[in-house]
């Protein structure tokens, strides 16, 4: 008996993984209009850039939550971002956006 609740306990731990992961493809859908991929971000400074976002991963930046602490390439910094809406920005942001991309992986 006791073994079997070993076993029960240990099971959950992918499916709250695999839930995290779900909730946060959710919401960048609803606040970027795309799962992921090539995304819009804007950091705490204003600026926008493009960078890929993952649910669930994360290689060139730092996690918390539904924020990510990365370098910003239009402004040289680290800062907090958050995926933007590409239909909410102007022609002139979206071509600004599309021109300072992060750091690329190899």
Same mark, same amino acid.
């Given at each position: 008996?006791?073994?079997?609740?070993?076993?029960?306990?240990?099971?959950?731990?992918?499916?709250?993984?695999?839930?995290?992961?779900?909730?946060?493809?959710?919401?960048?859908?609803?606040?970027?209009?795309?799962?992921?991929?090539?995304? $819009?971000?804007?950091?705490? +400074? #204003?600026? /926008?850039?493009?960078?890929?976002?993952?649910?669930?991963?994360?290689?060139?930046?730092? %996690?918390?939550?539904?924020?990510?602490?990365?370098?910003?390439?239009?402004?040289?910094?680290?800062?907090? $971002?958050?995926?933007?809406? +590409? #239909?909410? /920005?102007?022609?002139?942001?979206?071509?600004?956006?599309?021109?300072?991309?992060?750091? %690329?992986?190899?």
């Amino acid at each position: 008996m006791f073994s079997f609740r070993m076993k029960r306990g240990r099971g959950r731990a992918p499916l709250v993984m695999a839930a995290g992961v779900l909730l946060e493809a959710i919401a960048t859908k609803l606040r970027s209009g795309r799962v992921g991929g090539n995304v $819009v971000v804007r950091c705490h +400074e #204003a600026h /926008l850039f493009t960078t890929i976002w993952v649910p669930g991963a994360s290689i060139k930046s730092l %996690r918390f939550g539904w924020w990510r602490l990365q370098r910003c390439p239009v402004g040289r910094h680290w800062s907090i $971002v958050t995926p933007v809406k +590409e #239909a909410d /920005l102007t022609g002139r942001q979206r071509r600004g956006a599309s021109r300072h991309r992060d750091t %690329r992986i190899p």
